[in-house]
């Protein structure tokens, strides 16, 4: 199956500061979502992007399907950013998603 | 974007009983639905593929008779854990894309712990 790797497995960052976080994929995709995990565990769509770049306030994103990967940009970080960043991919043609483990941030005040 | 609730949000239960978390699309028709479970601190596995008039399907490693899916109407699946062990206790989510292709959207998700 296809492989999704998210890298740094971990991030902490002064409120501020700004940071990319990077998603690998090693297949093509049909769908590719970016998503924050709030503390309850929701998953909160940041981004459906398959290929391009999208922006929304503080966030954006790039994927560049040809090479297999996505980054998700973050600037001017706030604590309210903290939390688990997932990357999903879907390449079966069958609307299943794969997640990649994730990365964990943390903001300090 | 649509909207994707799940029941309960949580639930305790004894070892050996069954439990059922139900998804619901709120506002649009879902043909397919998916059930991921996430253990504490890892990321989110996909379970299973719950579709409307046939049968689920399931990843590999996943027992089918233990949980059973339902996919009951074009807005309803149903995740049904039978004789739940404490190894079962984690955080159960579904999602839906409302069109094939489409964004998925995912369901708050239920804590299932097994005492």
């Known amino acids: 199956g296809i492989q999704v790797e998210q890298s740094p497995p971990d991030l902490i960052l002064q409120e501020g500061a700004n940071s990319t976080l990077r998603c690998n994929f090693s297949?093509?995709?049909?769908?590719l979502q970016w998503f924050h995990q709030n503390p309850w565990g929701q998953l909160i769509n940041l981004f459906y992007i398959p290929s391009g770049t999208k922006q929304n306030g503080r966030l954006s994103a790039t994927t560049v399907a040809t090479e297999r990967y996505s980054l998700l940009y973050i600037s001017s970080s706030q604590t309210t950013d903290s939390g688990v960043y997932f990357c999903?991919?879907?390449?079966?043609?069958?609307?299943?998603?794969?997640f990649g483990a994730g990365t964990r941030l943390t903001v300090k005040p | 974007g649509a909207v994707v609730s799940q029941h309960p949000s949580w639930v305790i239960c004894k070892s050996g009983t069954s439990v059922k978390i139900e998804c619901r699309s709120l506002d649009f028709q879902a043909t397919t639905m998916f059930w991921y479970r996430q253990f504490p601190k890892q990321s989110l596995m996909l379970m299973a593929t719950?579709?409307?008039?046939?049968?689920?399907?399931?990843e590999q490693g996943v027992e089918k008779d233990k949980f059973l899916i339902n996919h009951a109407s074009l807005t309803l699946s149903t995740l049904t854990v039978t004789s739940a062990h404490p190894e079962d206790s984690s955080f159960y989510i579904c999602?839906?894309?409302?069109?094939?292709?489409?964004?998925?959207?995912f369901g708050p998700g239920t804590r299932l712990t097994v005492t």
């Open positions: 297949d093509s995709v049909n769908n």
């Open positions: 719950s579709n409307e008039g046939s049968k689920a399907t399931y």
């Open positions: 999903a991919v879907e390449h079966s043609g069958n609307n299943d998603m794969r």
């Open positions: 999602s839906a894309p409302p069109d094939r292709g489409d964004e998925q959207y």
